[in-house]
């Protein structure tokens, strides 16, 4: 992905060569423009052959939580606006200082008045045999992760040694995958950097209880070998770990190769002093490659401090330099919250301040030293990590607030700041707001001065809140303290009234935090009600049903009245019930029952449907686990006439009776009525499989149709009747019915997975756009068979016949007339929903 984009014209600029497309010489570029934005004449190389993105986000693209279109921090657009020669996928080889040129793997030459390198770092191999096997990967990049999936497809066993940040996503994002995970981690704390033994252990008995092998203090000897492949890994001790693939994420080091063979004063990094300028004037370096006063960092705020020095000095304008960074962590580890600071060590003369709340998983220590904060470790609840590390940059005396310390900033306050908003306005200027990007409260409140005016505003122009989105909160009650309430303009519209996330967000969400619970999901997603609304409550027991099939429980309270009763009620209070016929076939059988219910219970009508099914109306409440028996004798079971599911599969007689017919449809729409039956989806959907393109089973204005041909079957998506009729759109053809199915299968899932709840087929494809769909499905040649696959392993929990069990008594409350029930019992806690 090479492109060069137009010079600014008639002026001489100074020529700026940045070698390193990642995230530090970006950010330095970035920070030049916004200084003096015609003062350089920009090329940026950059080994791997795509714009510049968020490696952080590396770890949601593994687990399938992000697309990488999702992590791109430039793209191509932002290059070309600012006149920025791209030469990605083609690595600087040579720096030549004489010439002042650098010289591309391509034998590209690129004469510079200024260089900046911003190579970052490599991954470190441990040299032991066996490490340069297939099937050895490291986690750096996104080839890398490309690696992974790709391994992971196959399902079976994963290693990852190295049990620090980057190893844990690892292991989470392959885990998510379906592989059967373990860790091998040499010290015998996980992220021992980071955490303390006490939180090092609270994440290894979680990681372990979400499924994963955890082995501590455990030393590889080797990489075994089968094949020509890896096989596994052996300890030390002499166990030995079976493995399909081995991920190396024991730790990184400065990329020094090129500034080191070009002369350039380096130890462990490359020597830089405070405006990021090397031993050479006329060459900077910034990021993870450098070290400044004996220090090289791996973080990412320190990576902003430093373009902001380099900046400064780049552009001729006054600055004090960059005098080092005091670093915090505060990340997620497999969706779990984790913070730590400073020095947490202790000692002697140290105080140290713990909290333990075993209910709630939370784990808190504040490090106290002559009445001032010098580390903190915070597992669960990091709430309070930008207020505990400002504390600690700034050295302030906490005697007068010891005994709240450890209760937070709004305790600690003397209750004063309960409010939120008053204890991010308590916050000074240069408190951390967004750790991912380096982004402190007074950048913030400066973006919303100059015109962000909401959540998204800010992400765009100053990107906090941009990446892992935690410090949302933190960003909206800056808005609402600047703006007040009433001027923050509305970002994207939100599940309901009951919270600020949007459908994707709580999705996103519930896999991340693994959220198997609606109260759980309030809990953890700070609901601003008690019990959720309408609104909420039916959307997410949709997705937690989807999302953790055969594991979440069904809340019966969370769902609408006619998918309580598995029937619908009619204006005259009674119910009509529709038993499912597959592929609108029925028989003498099925018949003489619908008949006797029809006269047993004296229903006064019976209509034909537009599905090819009987709707048998006027069945009394209290009737209808009787009139379920009674179809279940017959064999029949529900048609789930009334749910946001699969309805029917019509079909049109096909090769079998009709003489245009090319494919025998109704065989075909039966198999997929049984393959899909009991599915529950964001929305109603509906199937119709016609035999020719006559089309007589009207598929083309189904959620999902299939066309039969000569040749084939034609596949459409997102048609619908009803009070705005769209057509469907052709999704491909495909030569077999086992391809027609699977395909099938796969675009129900990805529906299932993706639209937001009572989001037909319709709107949600104009929303996400047909190509979407496609790339999705076919982006990807082992794609449709995930899907499926997923589709087909949720089912397993779906199909069984809700009317067999409510005849069998159960829930038989919820049939018995009213006036069996007086006096009225005291109220439910949950309100119904309609």
């Known amino acids: 992905m090479n492109f060069e984009s137009g010079k600014a ?46 490696r952080i986000m590396l770890s949601p693209v593994l687990a399938g939580e992000k697309r990488f279109e999702d992590i791109v921090i430039n793209d191509e657009a932002w290059y070309a606006d600012n006149a920025i020669t791209l030469v990605s996928g083609d690595p600087v080889a040579q720096i030549d200082r004489a010439n002042g040129a650098v010289i591309a793997k391509s034998g590209r030459v690129e004469p510079y008045d200024r260089l900046l390198i911003a190579t970052g770092s490599d991954p470190f191999i441990i040299p032991v045999p066996g490490a ?4 050895v990967v490291t986690f750096r990049d996104l080839d890398d992760v490309e690696k992974m999936l790709a391994a992971a497809d196959g399902g079976g066993k994963a290693v990852v040694i190295g049990g620090g940040l980057l190893g844990l996503e690892a292991a989470h994002g392959l885990s998510l995958r379906g592989m059967d995970v373990t860790v091998i981690h040499l010290m015998p704390t996980l992220m021992e950097r980071q955490l303390d033994e006490a939180a090092g252990y609270l994440l290894k008995s979680e990681l372990e209880r979400r499924g994963q092998t955890i082995l501590t203090g455990a030393d590889t000897a080797e990489i ?30 400065p990329a020094t190769g090129l500034a080191r063979a070009a002369g350039l004063e380096v130890e462990r990094g490359i020597l830089v002093d405070d405006h990021m300028v090397t031993s050479d004037p006329a060459i900077m370096a910034v990021g993870e490659c450098v070290q400044h006063r004996g220090t090289c960092y791996g973080l990412v705020a320190p990576l902003w401090d430093m373009c902001r020095a380099l900046a400064d000095a780049a552009t001729a304008q006054p600055g004090a330099g960059y005098a080092g960074s005091v670093t915090s962590t505060k990340l997620k580890v497999s969706g779990i919250d984790l913070f730590s600071a400073g020095d947490f060590s202790g000692g002697a003369e140290c105080e140290d301040i713990v909290m333990r709340d075993a209910s709630r998983g939370i784990y808190k220590r504040v490090v106290v030293k002559d009445n001032r904060v010098i580390g903190a470790v915070l597992y669960g609840d990091t709430a309070d990590g930008s207020w505990y590390f400002d504390l600690l940059k700034k050295g302030e005396d906490v005697s007068p607030i010891r005994e709240a310390l450890i209760f937070g900033q709004a305790f600690a306050s003397g209750g004063a700041l309960a409010d939120p908003n008053a204890a991010v306005a308590a916050l000074s200027d240069d408190a951390e707001i967004c750790g991912c990007n380096g982004v402190s409260k007074g950048a913030v409140v400066k973006c919303i001065e100059s015109g962000a005016h909401s959540v998204d505003a800010v992400r765009s122009t100053c990107k906090a809140s941009a990446s892992c989105g935690s410090c949302t909160g933190l960003v909206e009650s800056l808005l609402a303290i600047t703006l007040g309430d009433g001027a923050v303009e509305a970002g994207p519209k939100t599940l309901c009234k009951c919270t600020s996330f949007t459908h994707d967000d709580v999705r996103r969400l519930i896999l991340e935090k693994e959220l198997k619970a609606i109260p759980q999901v309030m809990q953890e997603l700070h609901w601003t009600t008690p019990d959720g609304c309408a609104s909420c409550r039916p959307a997410l027991n949709y997705y937690l049903l989807c999302a953790w099939p055969g594991e979440y429980i069904d809340d019966q309270k969370s769902r609408f009245v006619n998918e309580r009763l598995h029937a619908n009620i009619q204006k005259d209070g009674t119910y009509s019930v529709v038993p499912r016929m597959w592929g609108g076939i029925t028989s003498p059988k099925e018949l003489r029952a619908i008949a006797d219910v029809v006269e047993k219970y004296d229903a006064p009508m019976v209509k034909v449907t537009g599905g090819q099914r009987l709707d048998i109306f006027g069945i009394r409440k209290e009737d209808l686990p009787a009139v379920w028996a009674d179809l279940n004798a017959a064999g029949m079971v529900s048609g789930h006439a009334y749910g946001k599911s699969l309805r029917t599969v019509k079909t049109c007689v096909g090769s079998e009776w009709c003489r245009f017919g090319t494919q025998d449809s109704t065989g075909l729409g039966v198999k997929i009525e049984r393959m899909t039956w009991g599915s529950w989806m964001p929305h109603k959907f509906k199937i119709a499989v016609s035999g020719c393109p006559r089309n007589c089973a009207e598929a083309t204005i189904k959620d999902f149709g299939v066309v039969c041909v000569d040749s ?5 998506v997102g048609g619908n009747g009803g009070i705005r009729v769209r057509a469907t759109d052709l999704l491909c053809k495909v030569a077999t019915e086992e391809e027609a199915m699977d395909t099938c299968a796969a675009f129900i899932q990805l529906y299932r997975e993706q639209a937001h709840y009572l989001e037909r087929t319709a709107p949600w494809i104009e929303r996400v756009g047909l190509d979407h769909v496609k790339a999705a499905l076919f982006g990807d040649p082992k794609a449709v068979r995930r899907y499926a696959a997923r589709f087909r392993f949720s089912q397993q929990f779906m199909q069984d016949d809700p009317w067999a069990r409510r005849a069998a008594g159960k829930e038989a409350e919820l049939h018995q007339h009213l006036a069996e029930v007086r006096p009225f019992p005291a109220p439910a806690p949950q309100e119904e929903i309609a």
């Open 132 to 135: 340069g096997l297939p099937g």
């Open 9 to 54: 014209g008639g002026q001489i600029r100074e020529r700026l060569v940045v070698i390193g497309n990642g995230m530090a010489g970006c950010r330095a570029v970035e920070e030049i423009l916004a200084r003096d934005p015609g003062r350089f004449d920009i090329t940026i190389f950059g080994a791997e052959p795509r714009v510049n993105y968020n």
């Open 712 to 716: 084939g079957y034609e596949l459409h």
């Open 224 to 253: 075994v070998e089968r094949d020509g492949h890896v096989a596994g890994v052996k300890l030390k001790d002499g166990r030995e770990i079976e493995a399909d693939i081995v991920v190396m994420a024991v730790g990184i080091r």
